[in-house]
């Protein structure tokens, strides 16, 4: 099994900016993608970013400038930077990672179990 802990989240005004921060630990062997998903209120869950082992980088449009994922392989970590915040990225933002088991090495999803992101005045 696969924890995922974020941290980062937060109250923020229009125009600034927050960390997101999720570490993973378990049976892990390697990780085909980690990356972010958000949900607000009455929307469905969407991708915000996500980064693949071999380093490939994809971002929804919407964020595209303004937030950047990054990874520390050998922390298991993965990073949300997000600047230039809207009200319209309020969500709570879940951490994702799809993992090759240790002991099975097949292919799994774990998720996080959410940060609270608020952009307002």
């Known amino acids: 099994q696969v924890l995922l802990v974020e941290s980062g989240g937060g109250l923020v005004q229009p125009g600034g900016s927050l960390r997101l921060s999720c570490a993973a630990s378990?049976?892990?062997?390697?990780?085909?993608?980690m990356g972010w998903y958000r949900q607000a209120p009455g929307k469905q869950r969407e991708l915000v970013a996500r980064?693949?082992?071999?380093?490939?980088?994809n971002y929804v449009d919407s964020v595209k400038g303004r937030f950047f994922i990054s990874r520390v392989y050998a922390k298991n970590t993965v990073y949300l930077q997000m600047n230039s915040l809207k009200p319209e990225d309020t969500a709570v933002y879940y951490c994702?990672?799809?993992?090759?088991?240790?002991?099975?090495?097949?292919?799994?999803?774990?998720w996080g179990q959410g940060t609270l992101v608020t952009v307002s005045s």
């Open positions: 980064i693949s082992s071999g380093g490939t980088i």
């Open positions: 378990g049976s892990i062997f390697n990780f085909n993608f």
């Open positions: 994702n990672a799809n993992y090759i088991n240790a002991t099975t090495l097949s292919a799994l999803d774990a």
